[in-house]
């Protein structure tokens, strides 16, 4: 059989010496058998079985037909010939992450699926301090806040975790990264990344995948947006709540009534000054003024963050004078102790998250991560 009738193109993988042709979504891709059985289990396995007499060929040689998209197939090729490298943290790696983590688990490609979920594990990451240098990373000189920059967008990745059971590791931070967006944009979806498109079967013998345009014909999957389920969207906005509620707790727990260090230097005006300091703090959480300004008000960590760099600042204005500026006036000892307050809240958020956000049994996979 010469030419079967669903190959409508050739892609641009296509090497003159290759040895076996892939067929997926009617797109061709010409490579080397040997290439495919060294890394691939499945593809050693299928090549040890007997082949049919009258098995399809395409330019007279065999062919494999893959219920996978063209896009996805080219991006598994591409890092199985070329390597896959990722220098730093960049949202736009993830279509190439999701098609070849995707592909790589199907086929068991061992060192593949290692990259992508190493590269994962640092946008999504398993413990606060590597969060803290997540968020770190991605504020700008300037100042400005920009997650969607460095990593994907969280409901994409919940998607994929969804679809691949080894990647629920990622869960609770995408979790948490999305519970921050209003409740709006968590119903809305997030846009899936544009496919790759193929040259019609009238074009050049071979051809690049690109970016489509609304008059080329399109091989694969559509962008339409990726929308959370039911019950996931349900969990976001449930451990949204939660968090809210923590921030609620750690004020009445922690300023509404601050404990005064024992060893307060004000103690001879009954600490006066330092239960204005922490009442001042309290105002400003409750006016969430850093959180709304960053577009992070409903994020407890940087909340909390923030309420800790309260402690150092000495840009307020004074209360006699408000052209002179000054620091809060907090002894050294209550500034101390409320230092460990803040740290230790912080860390029950992050141990919380997994509850917050109906992920069950999160706590013995994330030591088994950590322990790898």
């Not at 082949?51 to 996978?68: H, I, N």
């Not at 921050?180 to 809305?188: A, C, D, E, H, L």
Request: charged share 25%; proline share 8%; hydrophobic share 40%.
């Amino acid at each position: 059989m010469e030419t079967p009738p669903d190959v409508v193109s050739q892609s641009d993988i296509w090497f003159e010496d290759g040895n076996i042709i892939l067929i997926a979504g009617g797109v061709a891709f010409k490579v080397h058998r040997g290439q495919l059985e060294r890394h691939s289990e499945i593809f050693r396995d299928l090549f040890s079985l007997p082949q049919p007499v009258d098995q399809p060929t395409y330019q007279g040689f065999p062919t494999v037909e893959l219920y996978d998209t063209p896009s996805d197939i080219t991006f598994l090729l591409r890092a199985l010939y070329d390597g896959l490298y990722f220098y730093k943290p960049y949202a736009n790696d993830w279509q190439a992450i999701e098609a070849v983590l995707r592909l790589s688990s199907k086929y068991f490609i061992e060192h593949l699926r290692h990259r992508c979920l190493s590269r994962l594990a640092v946008d999504w990451p398993l413990t606060l301090d590597k969060w803290e240098a997540r968020e770190r990373d991605a504020v700008d000189e300037k100042g400005k806040y920009s997650p969607r920059e460095l990593a994907p967008h969280p409901i994409l990745v919940i998607s994929l975790a969804r679809e691949i059971d080894h990647l629920a590791f990622v869960l609770p931070s995408a979790f948490y990264d999305l519970s921050r967006y209003g409740p709006k944009k968590i119903v809305s979806g997030a846009s899936a990344p544009i496919p790759l498109t193929f040259d019609s079967p009238n074009s050049s013998p071979t051809c690049s995948p690109t970016l489509p345009t609304p008059d080329s014909p399109t091989f694969g999957s559509s962008n339409d947006p990726v929308h959370l389920s039911h019950q996931d969207a349900i969990n976001v906005l449930a451990g949204r709540e939660q968090g809210q509620r923590f921030m609620i707790s750690f004020i009445e727990k922690s300023l509404v009534d601050p404990p005064i260090s024992l060893r307060c230097m004000n103690q001879e005006f009954q600490s006066q000054a330092c239960r204005a300091a922490f009442y001042f703090i309290m105002l400003n959480i409750l006016r969430s003024i850093n959180g709304i300004a960053f577009g992070r008000d409903a994020d407890p960590l940087f909340t909390l963050n923030q309420t800790e760099d309260m402690l150092d600042r000495t840009d307020y204005a004074d209360a006699t004078d408000p052209k002179v500026l000054c620091s809060l006036n907090i002894c050294a000892a209550c500034k101390a102790d409320f230092r460990i307050v803040i740290r230790t809240a912080r860390q029950d958020v992050w141990k919380s998250i997994p509850s917050w956000f109906g992920l069950p049994g999160y706590g013995e996979l994330r030591k088994h991560m950590e322990d790898r």
